[in-house]
């Protein structure tokens, strides 16, 4: 069974950094792409980042310059490296990984953001 698993959230002050991490497991196929989406309180869900297997990613304009992602291939791990915070990213952070044939999702954690 595919589990996916974030860790890492919190609450910080305006400014401030918090690295998120993900953990998928239990595929009997390679993840080729991981990410993060986040969905703020009455809000649709929106992507925030992105990295393929290669180490090629994209970014939400509003995250650009301030987050960053990356991947441990070898542990199937993603990061979410976020500086520069600010109360608008206050969001339930989603990871996501998908195979060739199907997405996983975890089921968030929440950044908090206090200006």
């Known amino acids: 069974q595919v589990q996916v698993v974030e860790s890492g959230g919190g609450l910080v002050q305006a400014g401030g950094s918090l690295r998120l991490s993900c953990a998928a497991s239990g595929s009997r196929f390679s993840f080729n792409g991981m990410g993060w989406y986040r969905q703020a309180l009455g809000k649709q869900r929106e992507p925030v980042a992105s990295?393929?297997?290669?180490?090629?990613?994209e970014y939400v304009d509003s995250v650009k310059g301030r987050f960053t992602i990356s991947r441990d291939n070898a542990e199937n791990t993603a990061f979410l490296q976020m500086n520069s915070l600010k109360p608008e990213d206050t969001a339930v952070y989603f990871c996501?990984?998908?195979?060739?044939?199907?997405?996983?999702w975890g089921r968030g954690t929440q950044v908090t953001v206090s200006s």
């Open positions: 996501y990984a998908k195979t060739g044939f199907a997405n996983y």
């Open positions: 990295i393929s297997s290669g180490g090629s990613t």
